[in-house]
């Protein structure tokens, strides 16, 4: 089954924060991190994996262990 992990904004993370987790967590590039960065930043959260519900969660699990908000949705 398909899920998403997504992320929410958080004031306590600088954009380079954000940039660098994702970029170590789900293997995308600096252009998409960037993108979902602000994306997050604009709207509040952004879908920033989409995989297996076993994946989503240990993107999630990952996430936030470096502080970040993340939620599985399926």
Do not use: P
């Amino acid at each position: 089954m398909s899920c998403r992990t997504v992320l929410y904004n958080c004031d306590c993370d600088t954009f380079d924060d954000v940039e660098r987790e994702l970029l170590k967590v789900t293997g995308c590039s600096l252009g998409r991190a960037r993108e979902l960065s602000w994306e997050i930043h604009s709207n509040g959260s952004g879908v920033v994996y989409e995989g297996t519900v076993e994946n989503c969660r240990l993107v999630a699990a990952a996430l936030d262990d470096a502080g970040l908000v993340a939620k599985v949705s399926q």
